[in-house]
């Protein structure tokens, strides 16, 4: 739920420009703090002043609702963690989804550029269409397919638009904890089913560069407290895998000696959007601005550690 702040008003201020260090942060403003990113966010934050939207507390796709908020936080920062992430759904909810990934995030770097605030957003790999056969850098020019990859890439260029702002492409996000009640992500249903002996379907033919949450959260604090230029930037963990390959390593890590995985191809599923096949995205521009993201393994460790499911 937001934090209640005092309401004032915030003169718009100079945004410095790339290599001058940054204005200190002490008020941030983050949404979508039901999901596992957005809660992320709002834990590496802690200590200064947060003010945490849910849904039910902001509809970013109302820009009268989102200029109020903004005015009553008075942020040095918006962090936007909200997102319309059904990527099948968007083929039939187009308007929603551009509604929310779109237009709503011109909304918000409207609010940021009114009062001078550094604005982050989050993006996706399925702005790419999977062609590739190295990981994507942030010079590779996107190419969406469906309706949701499409939403995603104007929701970039709006954000790009704002005088001081972070676009971060993020993908297959893991980090959720063990009594999470929000939405689960691949990843969760892997460990719940190699932990329970259940069969595990998983792409032979989808590439991956998995996200945790934990460790995108301490790359965006890093980005906006630093002389980091602002522009887009990736930000996953380092290396890149297979499904398949991503819940053998799983298995290994919470003692499952005779799992039962099951290999499918992107062709045998009936996926009403399109999957970009190979979707690993390079990180060598996160971790020229200073800060180097731990290996996809490393991060799936850790994590389970944190879950109480690491065995070995």
Known sequence: MSV???????????SPGPGS???PITRVLITGTLGQLGAAMVHAFAGLTVTAHTRATLDITDAAAVSRAVDEASPELIVNCAAFNDVDGAEDRAVEALAVNAFAVRNLVRAAERIGARF??????FVFDGSASIPYTEDVRPSPRGTYAASKLLG????LEATHA???????????PANWMGRRGTLDAMVANLEQGREVRAFTDRIVSPGYVVDIADATRHLVTTAAAPGLYHCVNDGHASWYDVAGEVAALVGNQ??????VTMDQMKLKAPRPRYCALSVAKLAAAGFTMPAWQDALRRWLTARGALTT
């Open 4 to 14: 209640p702040l005092r309401r004032s008003s915030v003169p718009a201020k100079a």
């Open 21 to 23: 260090s940054p204005n």
């Open 120 to 125: 982050v957003h989050y993006s996706t790999d």
């Open 156 to 159: 970039e260029w709006f954000a």
């Open 166 to 176: 972070y676009v971060l492409r993020v993908e297959s996000l893991f980090g959720s």
């Open 258 to 263: 005779r799992p039962s995985l099951v290999g």
